[in-house]
Each structure stands twice: as structure tokens, then as C-alpha cells.
């Protein structure tokens, strides 16, 4: 993206879309099973082997021979020597030959001879011999080789997500490792000279770095691998210096403050001059001013997020956690975002889209209604701890009044 400071209004959904165009997905990565929890499958994984490997029971009884059941009754039982136990793992279990039967524990290879399994509810648990009470149909409680999946056959598609049951199938079928889309490494760094770390005290004027937190927590979240690189004072050679030293392990960098008007705005003053980072005015509130380009011969991502707490999380949400999506290789990019009744009156700037804190409540008739908590103000950021979700109030809507509906995106679901 080229260009230079503008100061055209630009629309969410307009920033959006020129954000995501210009991004790429990182090429696969082969990861250790567990590692590829929670990530996009990169190719198509084939069984080697079938599964089941061999015929073998599915429940703990006796291997016979079906026939030799028939007319089983608990009246008139069938007894049967019982010749030996197949245990689990056993590698070459003897055969069943007529008139006789093996005790056989579930997962035991199915014996030569034996065509069905009779489970021990069925007997009197025999040692020696055996007394069965009901007849046995040829295959009874026999897994067969191959029926969960063939040898060849597709076991996990490319762009499956990979959760618990696919790194079973995966262990399950001998793959150790897996091709999937890579966590984007995104390094973030809070801009402001009045800004120090957490565990020390502001001195006066200064205040504690909240955003690299909020914003690494975030991009964590969204299924980044996250390098809080700290802070970075209002300092242009500085600035250009620790991002110079970031770009080395950076799939895609996020900073914090120095994007307004102001005199000390730091990113914008340094960056805008690079020429590949565009700083615009996006019709939003919290979040006008944003950042968006690339640096450095890779061509690396930045997003230059306004300082005020709830602006940078409110344009993390709306502008960085699609892109770290995309850049996992996700189809779905957005929240899926519901319709609540708005249980209070609002207003809204116009020709700005506002993101509003919101609590979401699920009704007993399965409706939602919202109402708003904390005020509109962006460096409220308790009001944001306390919500569950962002009220969308789009950008020729001006008044909201109660009863109305509107458009909510829920960032919290999970309940506590
Ligand atoms: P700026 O965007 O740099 O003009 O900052 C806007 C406001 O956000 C100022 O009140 C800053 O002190 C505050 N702010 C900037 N960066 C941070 C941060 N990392 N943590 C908390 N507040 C911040
Ligand atoms: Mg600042």
C-alpha cells in the first residue's frame, strides 16, 4: 500500500476490505501433532493404513464359531470348551474350531475360525467351558478391518480445523506431524512517552501501559503467537529503530497511540514519511485514526491503532482480528454478529459508525436484548471490562430508541 498522510473519511467496511486485500497467508508449516491444535489443516491427510487394522472384537466374551450356538436358550443353554484367552495386543491368537471357543477381551484380533463374538453378558462367564444363553448371528461384535476408514481414504480434508478428534484420527492413522497454516508471529508495542510498564509506579503525568497487554491478550485470542515487545517513548529514531529489530520475527506488527493530530504523534509523523504506511480517517467511533501498511523488504503488515484503550481494542476487534484470521487461512473472518432489542435509548454521531459497549442478554424465549454499559468515551476502559459485546450503531442511524433492534457483535459468550 503506498501513499502518504490523508485525511479523507473513509468507511469501516471501505478500510476493511483495502486492510485484508493487501495481506497474505503465510505459507504451511509442519507442526508436531499437538502443536497443530486449534489450526487449519494444510493438506489433504490420507490413511496409510486401514482402520480398524484387523478384524477384532468390539466387546469382551467369547470368539466362536456362530453356528455353534444356534438354539441357544437360557432354558437350554449351549456350553462350549473354552480353549484359551486372546488378550488385547495378542499378536497370533490360535484359531476356533468347531464345538470350541476362545475367550476373547474387546480390541483382541479376532481369531482364525471364530465368526462372531458372544459378550460375557450372554454367559455364564466360563473359565474352562462356557454356557451361552442366546444364539449368536455370524459378525456379532466383530469390528471389521477397514470400516472406520480404508486404506487411501481422505482422513482430514486441507482447511479442516484441527481439534481433538482430528489429532486422535491423525495419531490414529501414524501421522506425528501435520502441514497446517501457521500461527502469524504479531509483535506488539505501545507508543508514549507518559507510558511504563506494569509493576512500577507512574511517576507524575505518567501512566501504566495497558494497551501492549489488552492488545497481545487480543491478538492471542484471535490464534496469533504473541511478542509483547513493550513500550516505545514518543522517540522517531527510536520508533524506527525497535521496529527495524521487530521485523526479523514479525509475521505482523501491531502498535498503540501516536496516530492522532497531535504534536508528539510520533508513528504517524515517522512512518507517514516511509511512504508505505497510510494513515486515514476512518468513519468509526472509538478508532478514527488508523494506521495500515507495510514495512520493510517483506513487505510486513502494521496496523497503527489509536493510544486510547478502548479505541485500539475496539480497532483490533473490527480491523486486525480478521486480519490474523485470514492470515490463518480462515474463511470466516468476522464475528458473526446477532439482532438485539435495545433495552435503552442511544445516540450516535452521525456519519460514523459507533461501537458501543454493550451486556447481551439471552431472553427465556431464546431473543436477545442489549443495553449499554459505561459511557461512549474511549479511554473508559472498565466499562469495556464489564461488557460482553459491541452495539453496532451504523452510520445513518443517529438515534436508537428503546425497543428497537439492533445490530451486536459478542465478544464473550463463554459464561463464567
Ligand atoms: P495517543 O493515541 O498516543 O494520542 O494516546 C491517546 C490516549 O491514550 C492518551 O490519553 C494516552 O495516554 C492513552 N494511551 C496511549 N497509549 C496507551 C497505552 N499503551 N496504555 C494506556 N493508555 C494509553
Ligand atoms: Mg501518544
Not at 504479531?186 to 509493576?199: A, C, Q, R
Not at 482480528?321 to 433495552?343: D, F, N, Q, S, Y
Not at 425497543?403 to 465478544?411: C, N
Request: aromatic letters at 4%.
Amino acid at each position: 500500500m503506498r501513499g502518504t498522510t490523508v485525511s479523507e473519511q473513509r468507511s469501516v467496511d471501505d478500510h476493511l476490505r483495502r486492510v485484508l486485500s493487501d495481506l497474505r497467508v503465510p505459507e504451511p508449516i509442519e507442526l508436531a501433532l499437538l502443536d497443530a491444535q486449534g489450526l487449519l489443516c494444510a493438506e489433504d491427510v490420507l490413511a496409510e493404513a486401514p482402520l480398524p487394522g484387523f478384524d477384532n472384537s468390539q466387546m469382551d466374551g467369547y470368539a466362536v464359531r456362530a453356528a455353534d450356538t444356534a438354539g441357544a436358550t437360557a432354558e437350554e443353554p449351549v456350553e462350549l470348551p473354552v480353549v484359551g484367552d486372546i488378550p488385547a495386543g495378542s499378536r497370533a491368537p490360535r484359531g476356533v474350531t468347531r464345538g470350541l471357543s476362545l475367550r476373547i477381551m474387546t480390541g483382541a484380533p479376532m481369531p482364525a475360525g471364530a465368526d462372531a463374538v458372544v459378550p460375557v453378558e450372554w454367559t455364564d462367564r466360563g473359565v474352562a467351558r462356557v454356557r451361552i444363553d442366546r444364539p449368536a448371528e455370524p459378525g456379532l461384535y466383530i469390528r471389521r478391518t477397514g470400516e472406520d476408514i480404508r486404506s487411501g481414504e481422505l482422513a482430514v480434508r486441507a482447511g479442516t480445523p484441527i481439534g481433538p478428534a482430528q489429532v486422535g484420527l491423525l495419531a490414529a492413522v501414524g501421522r506425528e506431524r501435520v502441514l497446517v497454516r501457521p500461527r502469524p508471529r504479531v509483535v506488539v508495542l505501545s507508543t508514549g512517552s507518559e507510558l511504563v510498564d506494569v509493576g512500577r509506579r507512574p511517576g507524575p503525568g505518567e501512566i501504566l501501559d495497558s494497551n501492549s497487554y489488552a492488545l497481545a491478550a487480543a491478538a492471542r485470542d484471535a490464534g496469533a503467537e504473541v511478542y509483547r515487545a513493550g513500550i516505545v517513548p514518543d522517540d522517531h529514531a527510536r520508533l524506527l529503530a525497535v521496529l527495524e529489530g521487530q521485523l526479523l520475527r514479525a509475521d505482523l506488527i501491531v502498535t498503540s497511540g501516536g496516530v492522532s493530530q497531535g504534536a508528539y504523534d510520533v508513528v504517524k509523523e515517522a512512518l507517514g514519511e516511509l511512504g508505505t504506511v497510510e494513515f486515514v480517517s476512518v468513519a468509526m467511533q472509538p478508532g478514527q485514526p488508523q494506521g495500515f501498511g507495510t514495512l520493510g523488504d517483506n513487505g510486513t503488515p502494521i496496523f497503527c491503532l489509536p493510544g486510547n484503550p478502548v479505541s485500539s481494542l475496539v480497532s483490533f476487534e473490527i480491523f486486525v482480528r480478521p486480519a490474523i484470521r485470514l492470515m490463518l487461512g480462515k474463511r470466516h473472518l468476522v464475528r458473526r454478529t446477532v439482532t438485539a432489542t435495545a433495552l435503552r435509548s442511544l445516540s450516535s454521531p452521525p456519519a460514523r459508525r459507533q461501537y458501543r459497549r454493550g451486556l447481551l442478554h439471552r431472553e427465556a424465549d431464546g431473543k436477545y436484548s442489549v443495553e449499554p454499559v459505561g459511557g461512549a468515551g474511549s479511554h473508559l476502559l472498565a466499562g469495556l471490562a464489564q461488557a460482553n459485546c459491541l452495539i453496532v450503531i451504523d452510520e445513518e442511524v443517529s438515534e436508537v430508541s428503546e425497543g428497537d433492534q439492533v445490530t451486536v457483535i459478542p465478544l464473550l459468550l463463554a459464561s463464567a
